[in-house]
């Protein structure tokens, strides 16, 4: 191992259990660690109780998928995958990324190729609140987008500080808690509006969110 890297040996089971003895068992099973810059798997090993062979192949995001059949009757069905992960230390990131990291998203976005995560649903939906919230971030594109994301992070840490009591009555972790409870899109949708915000502007929109919860509390 080069200095500063870190190896962890990693165990996890799945067992599932019946209620009556089942004829067959078709598993796909996703718990092979990607290796990437940081990240190297050095060994991954998937044993099923009964045992069966098991195949693999790669899908479209580069995860590696195990598959296997278990014919015979059982009752009981023991997953077990055991890894060794090496880490390396983060490189640090810097303070900028080139203006033309807008068009590369741009691109990815256009291709089609994420339209999953982009697609609107149940949990990601916009409202005419949580658009309210992002006028009031101030979101557009005049910075890089690292520089930007970095702003993103710090108004909604102060968003959602200021609305803790809101989240711990709800038991909601979402940045628009202290919205009405059928107007709560997921915060992903935030992403969408792009700007940003100095930090007195910040605090002014949070002291915005502290008023309505003291105003229904009020209530």
Known sequence: M?????????RHTNKFTYTAPISESMMEVRMQPRS??????????LTP???AKVFAYQDPYGNVVHHFDIPGRHAR?????D??????PAAELPESVPTATWDELDAIAASGERWEDLRFSHFARETPLLAELADEFHWRRDADALTLLRRLNYALVVHQGDCGDRYVADGDDRADACLPADQRPD???????RGQKTHQEIQTAAARCRRRNVADAAV
């Open 36 to 45: 990437d810059v940081r990240q190297r798997c050095l060994r991954f090993e």
């Open 49 to 51: 109780q009964p045992r």
């Open 187 to 193: 915060l992903g949708r935030l992403m969408e509006f």
């Open 83 to 88: 890894a060794v992960v090496q880490l390396a």
């Open 77 to 81: 069905l023991t997953i077990t995958a």
């Open 2 to 10: 080069m200095h500063g890297e870190i190896q962890y040996v990693v």
